[in-house]
C-alpha cells in the first residue's frame, strides 16, 4: 500500500478515514461512500497526469465520475491531493458549500464533469475522448468511474458500443463492481465490455497493485474497462 | 456559355450539409456529430475529416453525450436529427450534458412540427420549443428561409453558446434580415400579430384585409420584449401570436413583457388539446391547426372583435 503524500499535503492513503469523516461524523463508514476509495486512491495517486497546478491544462488527464452519489471518497481524495482545501469538507452539502451530495464542474476545482443522474459520464467521457483526439491530442487519457448498477442505463450501452467500434484508445471506463445490481450480469461485466471489443480486466478493488497493474495496461486502438470488485453493498 | 439564371433556393437541409462541410475545411474547432440521419449527406466532410464527422449510429442519448464531451475539449459540436430524436428523447442529455456541464453546441432538427405528416405522431415534435423553454441560456432560431437559416447557423458556428436551429421545408417566399429584435413587417392600428418563422406567409395571407401590424421573428429565444411592447404601443395592446409549433409557446413571455399595460393575448399553433392521428400532407396538418390562412384569419378575426376596447 502506498504512502506517499501527493501534492504536498501531507495527507496520504492513512489520512482518508479523517478526511471522511470531516463529512460522515463518525468513524464507520458505509460501502456506498468507500466503495470507489481505493479506485480513486491508485487512479489519483499513481495513474492520472492532473495536479492543482494544472487543473486546466488541455494535455491533463481526464477524471469523470459518473456515479456521482456517495461523493465523499472523491471529495476526500481530491483533498489529498490539492485540490481542495480539508477544511472545506465539514461544511459539505450545506447551502453555502460548494460540495453538494452530487459533485458539481463548476464549483468544485478539479471535478470534470457534474453528475448524480447515472448513465451520463460514458457518453461524456467518449465525447472528451473524441475531442481530444480530434484536437491532436493523443497523449491524454480519459478515465470514468461508473457503478454496475449504473451501468443499467441504457446511455451506458450506447457509449461502449460506439468506443469499442472506434476503438477509442485513450478511454478507460472502471466499473465499481460492489454488486449493487438488482438484475445482476450474467458472464460477468468484463464480458459485457470485451464482446464490444474493450479491453477488460476484472479485479480485487481493494488490491492498489492490481488496481494499478489493471488501469496502466492500455492498448492504443482499444478502450479499456476495469472490473473493480469490492465487497456487496449492504441493503437494508 | 449559358446565361446566368437566377439561383435556385435550395432547401434548409441542403444548405446545412453544403455550409456544414465546408465550414469543417476551415474551422478545425468544428465537430458534427450525427444519429444515422443524414449521414449520407456527410460521407465526403466524413472521408476529409474523419475524427471530425462522427455518426454514432441509432443512439440519441450518446449523440447528446458525445457532444456535450466534446465541448468540453473545447471543440464546437453541431448535431444534427429529427426533432423528436434530437430534442425529446435525449431531452435530460440536454439539461444535464449541456446546460449542467456549462458548455454549449449547436443543435440543428429536421422535420419540425409536421413537414413529415405522413410519417405520422412519432416524427413529429412540435413540443420542441416549449421543452427547451423549461431550460436556462438557449437561443432557439426559427428561420423561414434557407437564406435566414444560412445566416444563423454560420453566426452560431463561431460561438459557444446553446444555440437551437429548427429547419423546416414550410418556408417564405423571401428572406428578411435576421437579428435579435422582432421586424415590423406591416404597420397597423388594430392589434400586433407576430409570426414566427415560416408562419410569415400565412400570416400575411391572413391578415391582408386587416388593420394590424405585423412582426415577423426568425429567432424566438432571446424573446424581444422590447420590440413587442413598442409595436403594442404603437398599434393596440391585442396581441396575436403564431408559432409553427405548440401553441401559446410563447404566451408567458408576451405576457411578461406586456405586463406593464392592459392588453390581451392569443395564442396560436399547434394544438396542444389532442393528438392529431393524420397522415396526409403538410398542409392538410396546418389546417387541421388552423394556421392555415383561413384558419388564421378566423381566430385573428373573432380575437379582434371581441376586443371590448
Given amino acids: 500500500m502506498t504512502t506517499s503524500t501527493p501534492a504536498g499535503t501531507g495527507l496520504g492513503h492513512p489520512e482518508l478515514p479523517a478526511l471522511l469523516a470531516r463529512m460522515s461524523g463518525d468513524e464507520k463508514h458505509s460501502p456506498a461512500a468507500t466503495s470507489t476509495l481505493d479506485v480513486l486512491w491508485v487512479l489519483y495517486d499513481r495513474v492520472l497526469d492532473v495536479d492543482p497546478a494544472h487543473a486546466d491544462d488541455p494535455d491533463r488527464d481526464r477524471f469523470l465520475l459518473s456515479k456521482g452519489h456517495g461523493p465523499m471518497a472523491y471529495y476526500a481524495v481530491l483533498a489529498a491531493n490539492g485540490f481542495l482545501d480539508p477544511a472545506e469538507l465539514d461544511g459539505w452539502s450545506s447551502f453555502d458549500s460548494r460540495l453538494g451530495q452530487h459533485p458539481d464542474r463548476l464549483l468544485v476545482p478539479g471535478v470534470e464533469i457534474g453528475s448524480g443522474s447515472l448513465g451520463h459520464g460514458l457518453p461524456l467521457a467518449l465525447g472528451t475522448a473524441l475531442g481530444l483526439r480530434a484536437r491532436g491530442r493523443t497523449r491524454p487519457r480519459v478515465v470514468i468511474l461508473v457503478g454496475d448498477a449504473e451501468l443499467g442505463e441504457g446511455s451506458n450501452h450506447e457509449a461502449i458500443a460506439v468506443a469499442g467500434r472506434f476503438g477509442t484508445g485513450q478511454l478507460t471506463a472502471v466499473v465499481v463492481d460492489n454488486a449493487s445490481d438488482s438484475h445482476g450480469w450474467p458472464g460477468g461485466i468484463a464480458e459485457r465490455f470485451s464482446r464490444e471489443g474493450w479491453a477488460a480486466h476484472s479485479v480485487d478493488g481493494r488490491d492498489h497493485e492490481a488496481l494499478h497493474r489493471a488501469l496502466t495496461d492500455t492498448r492504443p486502438d482499444q478502450p479499456l474497462a476495469v472490473i473493480a470488485r469490492v465487497e456487496p453493498k449492504e441493503f437494508a | ?309
Avoid: C
Fill in chain 2, 1 to 309: 456559355m449559358t446565361a446566368p439564371t437566377e439561383p435556385r433556393t435550395r432547401p434548409m437541409r441542403e444548405e446545412f450539409t453544403d455550409l456544414v462541410g465546408a465550414a469543417l475545411d476551415v474551422d478545425p474547432r468544428l465537430a458534427v456529430v450525427l444519429a444515422e440521419i443524414s449521414a449520407d449527406r456527410f460521407t465526403a466532410a466524413a472521408s476529409r475529416h474523419p475524427d471530425r464527422v462522427i455518426n454514432v449510429g441509432i443512439r440519441e442519448q450518446a449523440l447528446i453525450g458525445v457532444a456535450g464531451g466534446l465541448a468540453l475539449t473545447g471543440m464546437r459540436p453541431v448535431v444534427h436529427s429529427i426533432a423528436p430524436f434530437l430534442v425529446e428523447r435525449p431531452f435530460e442529455q440536454l439539461k444535464l450534458d449541456l446546460n449542467h456541464q456549462g458548455v454549449g453546441a449547436v443543435l440543428v432538427s429536421t422535420g419540425a412540427s409536421y413537414d413529415y405528416p405522413a410519417a405520422g405522431r412519432t416524427h413529429m415534435a412540435p413540443g420542441d420549443v416549449a421543452l427547451l423553454d423549461t431550460l436556462p441560456d438557449w437561443t432557439v432560431h426559427v428561420p423561414g428561409h434557407p437564406r435566414e437559416f444560412a445566416e444563423l447557423l454560420s453566426a452560431a458556428l463561431l460561438t459557444d453558446d446553446l444555440v437551437y436551429l429548427r429547419m423546416s421545408e414550410r418556408t417564405n417566399a423571401a428572406p428578411l434580415p435576421v437579428g435579435r429584435r422582432f421586424r415590423v413587417v406591416r404597420e397597423g392600428r388594430g392589434g400586433v400579430v407576430l409570426a414566427v418563422g415560416p408562419m410569415l406567409r400565412p400570416v400575411l395571407a391572413a391578415t391582408a384585409e386587416l388593420d394590424v401590424a405585423v412582426l415577423y421573428a426568425s429567432t424566438v429565444r432571446p424573446f424581444d420584449a422590447a420590440g413587442l411592447r413598442s409595436a403594442a404601443l404603437a398599434a393596440t395592446p391585442d396581441v396575436v401570436l403564431v408559432e409553427p409549433y405548440l401553441r401559446d409557446t410563447s404566451t408567458a413571455a408576451a405576457n411578461a413583457a406586456l405586463a406593464d399595460l392592459p392588453h390581451r393575448v392569443l395564442g396560436l399553433g399547434v394544438r396542444r388539446d389532442a393528438e392529431l392521428r393524420a397522415y396526409g400532407t403538410a398542409d392538410e396538418h396546418e389546417a387541421a391547426h388552423g394556421l392555415d390562412p383561413a384558419g388564421l384569419a378566423r381566430s385573428i378575426r373573432g380575437f379582434l372583435a371581441t376586443s371590448g376596447r
